[in-house]
């Protein structure tokens, strides 16, 4: 099956400093998703992002399907920012939806 | 706002016992699926539903079934359950394909 790695896998970074997060999969996908896991368990979607470049405040995303990549920008970071952020990918066949996660990269955003 | 509701968030059930997860969401989406998460394993899904009545194994069905009689419902079973059962477990749902997916906010089970 489809491989997702994301690094770095851990980041500690001081409030304010800016971030960027990789994901590298192995195969063409037809899907590819951001999500933000807070510490309490509750994963959010970040961005819905199979190609092209979108921005949300102070997070951004760009995907080079060709390259077979993704990067998750966080800039000015804030606490709130801390958790863990995963990236999953689709290779879709029947049309029916087989996400498949990386195992992640944990945030730490010091005071 | 899409919601997807876990009704449990923390279990603690003995070996053997057979185990009810239930999750509900309230956006008539078509899909609907099961992921376990563990530390350095990231998320691996147990099994999805893209229908009433419909299901198919994921990455790590076994030791696992699930039922979905109504659309807004996916429930994950727990035959007996066992020790290496003991994760936290994230239901989600799609409105179709390539959609956006949305989580609950998971569910804490220790087997002991």
């Known amino acids: 099956g489809i491989q997702v790695e994301q690094s770095p896998p851990d980041l500690i970074l001081q409030e304010g400093a800016n971030s960027t997060l990789r994901c590298n999969f192995s195969?063409?996908?037809?899907?590819l998703q951001w999500f933000h896991q807070n510490p309490w368990g509750q994963l959010i979607n970040l961005f819905y992002?199979?190609?092209g470049t979108k921005q949300n405040g102070r997070l951004s995303a760009t995907t080079v399907a060709t390259e077979r990549y993704s990067l998750l920008y966080i800039s000015s970071s804030q606490t709130t920012d801390s958790g863990v952020y995963f990236c999953a990918v689709e290779k879709s066949n029947f049309g029916n939806e087989k996400l498949t996660f990386g195992t992640g990269t944990r945030l730490t955003i010091i005071p | 706002d899409v919601k997807v509701t876990q009704s449990s968030r923390y279990l603690v059930k003995r070996t053997g016992e057979k185990v009810f997860l239930e999750c509900v969401q309230d956006m008539d989406h078509e899909n609907m699926f099961w992921y376990r998460q563990d530390p350095g394993l990231g998320l691996r899904l147990i099994y999805f539903s893209y229908d009433v009545k419909m299901k198919e194994k994921g990455d790590i069905p076994e030791g696992y079934s699930v039922s979905r009689e109504k659309k807004e419902r996916f429930s994950l079973i727990l035959e007996s359950a066992s020790t290496n059962q003991t994760s936290m477990y994230l239901c989600?749902?799609?409105?179709?394909?390539?959609?956006?997916?949305?989580f609950g906010e998971g569910s804490w089970l220790t087997v002991v």
């Open positions: 989600a749902s799609t409105r179709r394909p390539g959609n956006t997916i949305y």
């Open positions: 195969d063409s996908v037809n899907n």
């Open positions: 992002i199979p190609s």
